[in-house]
């Protein structure tokens, strides 16, 4: 039996156990012996496994098919290309640039696996035969984006699972990598201009195609639009921060926080980019302050323009349309904080910013209360009034200001945290805190919570940062803040004892006793912990 005959019938055996993989009629054993053929393939004779597989990577089969033919070869290639020839290697990297070119001209059959499956399997080809293949192909991928949507989202792809696999998952190490490094580094010139501009464009004519009803064109260019964000995330993380800074890529991501289709995929750039360290290279000094100074202006655009959102309160809240989204904008601007603060372009943005957290802290939704909250106990503790280690060197010391408050509160702490501003967050945790059940056997769970522990445990989290939270910014303000506190001790005290009246007055069996009570409780409960956070203060 020939090679090629071997290959054949070998294609044929993958189409079985695939039909048998996606059949829902085939028995347990069937699949297990699917799975385990698969295996056998990845791990036995590979010449002609290579060819069924490019075989099977063909449009004229069905689309399970071509995914198992992809998956397979893509697995030979990372892992076994040694052991290939030549002349193999060269077929491969031809057929894998001819189906990244086929499928962008598929239209309205391209699926997404299809898509991704054909980049990936470029990048993997581009990774293992070198820098100089990637040199070559990166003028052809823009070549090739000028082609039409589906064929700008596939190139974006191919750039974004090249830069990830050298930088993430490559384990080769010595002058191989180095050379692609440096590949790489260089293609940034080329590359973020190249995506910025495909940002631009192709959002523009998505408006357009939407406006004319055509809303698979609309669709097409939405999708350039986020594989063009994807790829601005496998770059941000390394690319040099000059080169980022005056990029227009912060300016972009900025733009697309605003949008809702497209903000997630924005915020994780802003977040890729929040991850970086301030660099000890001299040259790199200055862009970095720029870089993190038009960052945090974009984060609190967005913390603000979300808070200002029709309907924000329910939108933020439990099953709203902004309310995964809005943790995680919480979250990137506490590490933001945590490590860029003193970057911010100016005082009065650094206050606005203060002034968006607060309204999140306040927010009902406790898993998003909780995020906020985590940003101010970085900043409490990076102004020095929370006990730990401080890991920055003074992010909070800003140049920019220095003054005394009546308080005693003097330099950065009392420019970049503010006594009313210390004064009204502990009033927010107040109300947070007045929320809170006592006992969660009566408590009605949350739809976000899991169980009742679960959301006994997401109290007793909240209550405890809330009670650091209050202790510092106690010693950053001592007068305006002991002086809310003292009025919420009141106003605790006497709605507990209104309800016990309310209680005695409406009788032992009643549901409205039970509320009573259990207002009065949390009332009582919120009264203390405020106390007891202050107390080492006074």
Sequence with gaps: MSNVQAAAQLADSIVQATAITHNPASTPQQRAEAVQFFEQLKHGEIHSTVYAAAVLTGNEYALEVQMS???????????RWSELSADEHQKIT?????????????????????????????????RQQGPETFAALLPQLITSAAEGPMQAEISCMVMQFVSEDITQFEERGGEWKRSYLSALLASVETVLPFVVQLLQSNFQAGITSASQNQPEAARQHAAVVSAALGTLGGYVEWSPMGRLSTGNVVEACSFFLGVPDFRDPA???????????????PE????????????????????????????????????????????RLCGVVAAFADHHWSQMSSVQQQHTLLRHMLEYVRHPHLPLATVALSFWGTMMREAGAVPGPSNKASPMQSPRTSMTDGDGVTGAKASV????????????LADQLLRLPVRFEDAEVPLWADSAADYKEAVGTFRSQAKIVTRAAAKLAPTPVLTSIAAFQQSCIATATASNNA???AGPTTQQLQQQLQQGHMALEAAVILLESVLPSM
């Design 69 to 79: 033919a992809y998956s397979l070869l893509q697995y030979l290639v990372r892992n």
């Design 94 to 126: 031809q057929l894998a640039y001819q189906h990244m070119k086929d499928v962008g001209h598929l239209g309205n059959q391209a699926a997404w696996p299809l898509k991704s499956k054909s980049a990936m399997l470029l990048a993997a080809v581009t």
């Design 267 to 281: 915020l994780a750039v802003v977040k890729q980019i929040v991850g970086r360290k301030p660099s000890k290279d």
């Design 284 to 327: 790199e000094i200055e862009a970095y302050g720029s870089l993190m100074s038009k960052v945090g202006d974009a984060l609190c655009q967005a913390a603000g323009a979300l808070l200002a959102i029709p309907n924000a309160q329910d939108e933020l809240g439990i099953e709203g349309s902004a309310e995964e989204y809005g943790r």
């Design 417 to 428: 945290i503010p006594p009313e501003c210390c004064q009204l967050l502990v009033q927010g």
């Design 503 to 505: 209680a005695a007055a």
